[in-house]
Each structure stands twice: as structure tokens, then as C-alpha cells.
């Protein structure tokens, strides 16, 4: 394993933590009628940032692992799965949008700031349209949950990931300036 390999994997692993930190201490519960709460969170900003900062491969597995390993300890082992490839596709979207955005060297400190956002807000539109039916799909097609309430839950899924995500967008924007410098890009 090389140097680089050993640091990529590392910073994959802090991000993680730092996605399931955020989800299990920093969510706030809302409900949202029939029985289901909306979970707004700040953890898909280090998603964003994991992918902009390390690429496709550790940027979406360290949010897809992060936060199915903070479903399962919170005891939502049904929603797991489903976490999984709904923040692997986040993750994914968000640094391949990057690295269309970001093909040159990141310099100048307002590009970075607009490039950061709108990669992280492709990525949240991904997410926004996907995990809704994926969640969907898992809680009627495989656990046979009733049509209806599997519906009000994609719904659900849909009002909550919009508003994390926004905010997520912009907290990543911030995160991504701080930490570009250490990353080993120069900044205006």
C-alpha cells in the first residue's frame, strides 16, 4: 500500500466518523404526520467534502459507510441498505461533478467557493431525486411495506434530504475552504 493509498484511506476513515458523529449526536428529529419523522443533519457535508477532497472511490464509500454504520447503531437496520447506496450515489455525484469543475489547479479562493457549491449542489440534487426512490423501492418491493406508507416515507426522505442538503451545501463550502490549503492546493 502506498503512502498516498495509507493517507486517502485515513482521511476516508475521518470523514466517516465525522458523517456518523453528525448523525448520531447532531440530527434533529421532526415529525412530518402518519407516525414518521424527517432527520435533518449536517453529515452529508462530509460526504461533500470526502468526495471533492479524495475522489470518487474513498469520497463515497467513506459517506456510504460512515452513515450505514450509524443506521444500524441507532437501531434503523432497516434503512441501512438503503443509506448505503443513497450516500455512495451522493458521494459519487458530488466528486464526479468535481472533478469536471476542478480540472485545473484550485487557486483562487472565490472558484473554489462557487465550484465547491454547485459540485455539492449537483450531488444534492442527485440525492434528493434517488434516495426517495430507492427508499421506496427497498420498503415496498423487498420489505413489503404497504404501498401508501412507503410512499409518504419517499416523500418524507424527499422534504428531509432537500433541507440537510442545503445546508450541508454550505457548510461544505466552508469546510472545503479551510481544508484545501492543508490538501496541498495553493489558495489566493
Known amino acids: 500500500m502506498t503512502k498516498e493509498q495509507v493517507h486517502k484511506l485515513t ?3 475521518l470523514f466517516a466518523a465525522m458523517a456518523f458523529a453528525c448523525f ?3 440530527r434533529i428529529e421532526i415529525p412530518m404526520g402518519m407516525g414518521l419523522t424527517g432527520k435533518i443533519y449536517v453529515g452529508h457535508a462530509f460526504i461533500m467534502v470526502s468526495a471533492l477532497l479524495l475522489g470518487a472511490k474513498y469520497g463515497a464509500l467513506s459517506g456510504a459507510v460512515g452513515l450505514f454504520l450509524a443506521d444500524v447503531l441507532a437501531g434503523y437496520t432497516t434503512s441501512a441498505p438503503p443509506t448505503f447506496l443513497a450516500k ?3 458521494g459519487w455525484a458530488v466528486a464526479e461533478a468535481g472533478k469536471h469543475l476542478f480540472s485545473a489547479k ?3 479562493s472565490a472558484t473554489l467557493g462557487r465550484g465547491v457549491l454547485f459540485a455539492c449542489l449537483v450531488g444534492s440534487l442527485v440525492n434528493v431525486v434517488t434516495e426517495p426512490v430507492i427508499r421506496f423501492s427497498f420498503k415496498y418491493f423487498i420489505l413489503g ?3 401508501a406508507v412507503s410512499y409518504a ?8 434530504m432537500a433541507v440537510s442538503n442545503v445546508v450541508s451545501s454550505l457548510l461544505a463550502v466552508v469546510l472545503c475552504k479551510a ?3 492543508m490538501m496541498g492546493f495553493k489558495k489566493a
Open 179 to 181: 481544508t484545501v490549503p
Open 88 to 90: 455512495f450515489l451522493l
Open 106 to 108: 484550485l487557486n483562487a
Open 145 to 147: 411495506v404497504p404501498y
Open 11 to 13: 482521511l476516508a476513515g
Open 24 to 26: 448520531s449526536y447532531l
Open 153 to 160: 416515507s419517499a416523500i418524507n426522505c424527499a422534504v428531509s
